[in-house]
């Protein structure tokens, strides 16, 4: 080789060198300024995969944990069609497992998103897999017989709402949509705290090509605790659905247009049982046909809008949202508006006739022969239910004072009860300057008619009439916890308001006695128990039709009541409705169970001479 060419040589390598170093210099440059930037350009180009990891809404339980509504796992079956059909030969060991322990998926279905999506990763075989589908799936694709011949088939996991006990407490649990949404009831109420939040899987490869794997746990929803005991509960739902089984005949299905029980702590407000009839299914509660009020061919006959408006009539929550006139279970409150007021004193006397003239009507007094009640105590006018007697203790109290006590013992207002749909009653009330002009509205709402109410705004304020004068806020729910068990939140009985004094409540608790003992509630009374109450019926709007709603309120015991009990039977399906005994064979029939079990001791019985 000569001089000449070896320089050259030299040359180009020297060049070589100095691009190489220039190279490397650029590379060092950017990997310095921008590696970071041009790293994520890289990653964002590999395999990335990411999946939600559901939280579990919360538990709704009963005073003593017993479950009332629960999330419970379920899978949906995915077939990942790129990782099977890359694995030909596991096609037919995996199609006849699936088909095997899943029988609603078809090996037609399978063959077909493999020929027409060969490079899908996600095919949703199957929603909503029992736990123990799965596992069975699972043991068997680890057994002897299918090991390493299974592929593409992956688990996605959700959670569905489940009612342990069907319609136990339907309208006061409520239930909640697929989207863990809460529809009625508490699970309405408290959807944000029955709600958690998904966590989330993350997987990548890193600049090393390593699959990287990052998991945000999910934080699950909160429990709720209740005042809501499973065994009164029942006992009431027992009895609400014997009463009205005795009433069905050809003609109807239900044994009344509504009946509904509400059973309190008066000491605190607390809700121990509430019941709606006609019940209905929370694990179905759309089937109308399942609810035992329609046909099948009566539903397929109805269009969409139909069906949703007899679902909304049959989801309603009676005790909150229904208004209607009381009755004679006001009366109690309007006593003790005369005696707070000073207005009617214990010792005062008024004489039925059959009624009363007010402002040229003619107000009978309901329930009794021709001549009227005579002469009435303000005890024998609450045991005889006589509205003469009620009307002429109107005029003494006079529009004002009625008015006032009526918001005092929060008729006309929210009780703010923890449950969606509380009705309105604010415009259902006459205020004191149409009490004072129109002496028939104070007349009439004396004995309950001509104004409405709701059975928990009556139910709280008849609480107050019996322990001495404490307007509890009436609730259902009293603490909240984490999935631990650890408090979130206390919920404790609220006073709202003081209603009467305890010397009131004393009288008062003695006139209601006098009722179960000697008049209209006389078939309440229980060998043993002294309980005390008020009757009420009240003719439903129009009048004349005859429809009714008739309705018994009571408590016990006599001194330091632990338990209220309030019954309403709307339309009964009876011939008589005006005198259905209905409310008070129920309300009896609870009472004489739920005084044993709730330790509520019955007096020794002195023996006959």
């Given amino acids: 080789m000569t001089r000449r060419m070896q320089g050259r040589l030299w040359i180009v390598f020297s060049l070589i060198c100095v691009l190489f170093v220039v190279l490397i210099g650029r590379l060092m440059y950017i990997q310095y300024t921008s590696g970071k930037r041009y790293e994520k350009i890289v990653l964002s180009q590999q395999e990335y995969d990411s999946s939600i990891i559901p939280f579990q809404r919360g538990n709704i339980t009963d005073s003593k944990g017993t479950v009332l509504a629960t999330s419970i796992d379920v899978y949906n079956v995915i077939l990942d069609c790129s990782v099977l059909t890359a694995k030909e030969k596991h096609v037919d060991s995996t199609i006849a497992l699936v088909t095997t322990c899943f029988p609603e998926i078809t090996g037609e279905t399978i063959r077909k998103q493999l020929s027409e999506h060969p490079d899908s990763r996600y095919v949703k075989l199957a929603k909503r897999v029992s736990y123990e589908a799965k596992s069975n799936f699972v043991t068997l694709a680890d057994s002897e017989e299918y090991e390493d011949k299974i592929s593409g088939i992956w688990f996605e996991k959700e959670y569905i709402r489940s009612y342990p006990y069907g319609s136990l407490a339907s309208a006061v649990i409520g239930f909640s949509t697929s989207g863990n949404l809460g529809v009625i009831g508490l699970e309405n109420e408290y959807n944000s705290y029955l709600n958690g939040v998904n966590g989330r899987s993350y997987g990548y490869l890193n600049d090393d090509s390593n699959m990287e794997q990052t998991v945000i746990e999910p934080e699950n929803g909160y429990t709720l605790v209740t005042s809501i005991d499973v065994n009164i509960q029942s006992i009431v739902e027992q009895e609400i659905l014997n009463w009205n089984n005795s009433c069905l005949d050809e003609e109807h299905v239900i044994g009344s247009e509504h009946t509904a029980v509400l059973v309190m702590n008066p000491q605190t407000g607390e809700i121990l049982a509430m019941a ?102 303000l005890q024998k006018a609450l045991e005889d239910s006589c509205n003469d007697a009620l009307m002429q203790m109107s005029f003494r109290i006079g529009g004002d004072n009625f008015a006032k006590f009526q918001h005092i013992f929060g008729f006309g207002q929210r009780t703010n009860v923890d449950l969606p749909g509380e009705a309105r009653t604010d415009s259902l009330l006459y205020g004191a300057e149409d009490l004072n002009r129109t002496a028939v509205n104070l007349a009439t709402n004396s004995f309950g008619q001509n104004f409405n109410t709701t059975m928990v705004q009556l139910g709280a304020a008849f609480c107050s009439l019996i322990n001495g004068g404490d307007l509890y806020q009436p609730h259902v729910v009293t603490t909240i916890t984490d999935r631990t068990g650890h408090i979130v939140k206390n919920i404790d009985p ?35 128990y002294d309980i005390g109450g008020k009757t009420g019926t009240a003719e439903k709007q129009p009048r004349g039709t005859n429809n009714y709603l008739v309705s018994f309120i009571g408590y016990a015991p006599q001194e330091n009541p632990q338990v209220m009990v309030y019954t309403i039977v709307d339309v009964p399906n009876v011939e008589d409705q005006e005198h259905c005994q209905g409310p008070k064979e129920i309300t009896r029939n609870v009472f004489n169970q739920v005084l044993p079990y709730l330790g509520i001791e019955r007096a020794a019985v002195e023996p006959a001479e």
Wanted: charged share 25%; proline share 4%; with cysteine.
């Fill in 494 to 528: 609220v006073v709202e308001k003081k209603t009467i004094s305890k010397e009131v409540s004393d009288q008062l608790k003695t006139f209601m006695r006098g009722v179960v003992v000697e008049g209209t509630g006389k078939s309440v009374e229980i060998e043993g």
């Fill in 276 to 377: 709606t009839y006609p019940f209905f299914d929370l694990n179905n509660p759309r089937d109308l046909v399942a609810s035992g009020l329609y046909k099948q061919e009566e539903v397929d006959a109805m269009t969409e809008d139909e069906k949703l408006e007899k679902l909304n009539q049959l989801w309603q929550n009676y005790p909150v949202t229904y208004t209607y006139e009381p009755g004679s279970t006001f009366k109690p409150f309007t006593l003790a508006t005369g005696l707070e007021t000073g207005t009617l004193l214990d010792g005062d006397t008024f004489f039925c006739d059959g009624g009363e003239e007010v402002s040229g009507y003619f107000v009978r007094c309901t329930g009794i022969t021709k001549g009227g009640h005579g002469e009435e105590s």
